[in-house]
T-cell receptor
Framework: DAKTTQPPSMDCAEGRAANLPCNHS???????VYWYRQIHSQGPQYIIHGLKNNETNEMASLIITEDRKSSTLILPHATLRDTAVYYC?????????????FGKGTHLIIQP | GAGVSQTPSNKVTEKGKYVELRCDPISGHTALYWYRQSLGQGPEFLIY????????DSGLPNDRFFAVRPEGSVSTLKIQRTERGDSAVYLCASSPTPWAGVGNEQFFGPGTRLTVL
């Protein structure tokens, strides 16, 4: 699976949009971009994933650049409960899939 | 419905002892994963099961670690001759299938915090 690079930490004001960047310049054509988050003392929680097109669900939006070398996770109206470590993960589709490869992620702190 | 559950939530043991950690996946999920998370790090993959068989155990650090899933549901991670370096949070996850793509997120349990004294 391709390697990802994320800033170690970010701050965002409550009520504002939080934009979390991820670089995955070596991504292959069959690899998806996944985002998970981990709130303190809990297991990771799936947020969203995508292949080429931008995606939106009830939690967030995922914007993938046209060359697929980077992406941005957007939390449109951040709340204090969004304080967590956010992991960007690249994972291949198809047979022989293994576990997720987590990096250190971005520690997002929502400020009141 | 019920999520992934793990027992115990905390386990304290002494160096050299044997421990078993249990994972109850979401009913009907065929894929089950074990991860280990050390302080300040992201989870590290250990092993994954497709049904009853271990499809990939490449993440197990050494032969002191072993996992089973005899009936394709509950799984047990077993650690022999524990060492202080085994102290970590052990996470279990399940998914409907092991493949990436639509509808295949992994659902994580709350983890078991293992402390080896």
């Amino acid at each position: 699976d391709a390697k990802t690079t994320q800033p170690p930490s970010m701050d965002c004001a409550e009520g504002r949009a939080a934009n979390l960047p991820c670089n995955h310049s070596t991504i292959s054509g069959n690899e998806y971009v996944y985002w998970y988050r981990q709130i303190h003392s809990q297991g990771p929680q799936y947020i969203i994933h995508g292949l080429k097109n931008n995606e939106t669900n009830e939690m967030a939006s995922l914007i993938i650049t046209e060359d697929r070398k980077s992406s941005t996770l957007i939390l449109p109206h951040a709340t204090l409960r969004d304080t967590a470590v956010y992991y960007c993960i690249v994972r291949a589709s198809g047979g022989g899939a293994d576990g997720l490869t987590f990096g250190k992620g971005t520690h997002l702190i929502i400020q009141p | 419905g019920a999520g992934v559950s793990q027992t115990p939530s905390n386990k304290v043991t002494e160096k050299g002892k044997y421990v078993e950690l249990r994972c109850d996946p979401i009913s009907g999920h065929t894929a089950l994963y074990w991860y280990r998370q050390s302080l300040g790090q992201g989870p590290e993959f250990l092993i994954y099961f497709q049904g009853t068989g271990a499809a990939d155990d490449s993440g197990l650090p050494n032969d002191r670690f072993f996992a089973v899933r005899p009936e394709g549901s509950v799984s047990t991670l077993k650690i022999q001759r524990t060492e202080r370096g085994d102290s970590a949070v052990y996470l279990c996850a399940s998914s409907p299938t092991p493949w990436a793509g639509v509808g295949n997120e992994q659902f994580f349990g709350p983890g078991t915090r293992l402390t080896v004294l």
